[in-house]
């Protein structure tokens, strides 16, 4: 019922910024709590920031707290995740999700985009 598609990744040098995009389309989507999360090859998708369908609750891994933030603009059906002073472990494959409740499991989102890639060099 909800689609999501990722942009904005790319390849940035240790201490710069990137502003992430998810583009959603569907019936209700300003119901739906958005969750960003993370994966590299052989580990486990891991959450980094979550926010509920209202805006006013918000959570983050704490690897990012001080230097990432979730956004949601639901009368442009999009989230958004601004990272800042981008570290080289920051590297993965970021995906946005939606679901029913603002969670750090990846297993209670419903939807998923295809994610976009981050690269930061040292």
């Known amino acids: 019922q909800v689609q999501l598609v990722e942009s904005g990744g790319g390849l940035v040098q240790a201490g710069g910024s990137l502003r992430l995009s998810c583009a959603a389309s569907?019936?209700?989507?300003?119901?739906?709590?958005m969750g960003w999360f993370r994966q590299n090859p052989g580990k486990e998708r891991a959450f980094v920031a979550g926010?509920?369908?209202?805006?006013?609750?918000?959570d983050y891994v704490d690897s990012v707290k001080g230097r990432f933030t979730i956004s949601r603009d639901n009368t442009k059906n999009a989230v958004y995740l601004q990272m800042n002073s981008l570290k080289p472990e920051d590297t993965a494959v970021y995906y946005c999700a939606a679901g029913q409740v603002l969670t750090e499991r990846p297993t209670r989102y419903n939807y998923w985009g295809q994610g976009t890639q981050v690269t930061v060099s040292s």
């Open positions: 926010i509920s369908w209202s805006g006013k609750n918000i």
């Open positions: 569907g019936r209700t989507f300003s119901s739906y709590a």
